[in-house]
């Protein structure tokens, strides 16, 4: 079966975010004096085979803890769902 | 009222993901042979001050079409929500 897992990759909350800043900094240029925080996260979309959404499931969890999360600075999340045809 | 809007911007289906290769090829290398495909982008999250929820939305909008997306490779999505105290 085909899923699709869409994997939230967030700087934890004491990290220094110097690109929200820097996106933070241009917004409030532009005239939006309104916007008081802006982080900046990534958003990674997987497309993978598995016999089934447990083994999905873990397959997208093993892949964030080896490669697309670092754990010292990051947190992630992510759903899972069948990949559209 | 204070707003979270959570904004996902991914590139248009027809534009060329080198990022995305990359991780694919990493996935590849560390045993993950069943992954398919993967598209890397962004996930920003942005806290505003805004009077309610219309207002709130035409603001992240904006700043979306403004400055956080490139509309020719990019597309956006968002949702909102009060933001957490």
């Given at each position: 079966m085909m899923f699709l897992a869409r994997v939230y990759v967030t700087l934890k909350p004491m990290?220094?975010?110097p690109q929200?800043?820097?996106v933070?900094?241009?917004l409030h240029t532009l005239g939006f004096a309104?916007?008081?925080d802006v982080r900046v996260g990534k958003f990674i979309e997987v497309t993978l085979e598995a016999p089934g959404r447990a083994?999905?499931?873990q397959h997208v969890e093993r892949m964030c803890r080896?490669?697309?999360v670092?754990?010292?600075i990051e947190t992630f999340r992510f759903d899972l769902e069948p990949a559209p045809v």
């Open positions: 990290v220094n975010d929200g800043l820097t933070k900094g241009g309104a916007v008081m083994e999905a499931q080896q490669l697309l670092n754990p010292v």
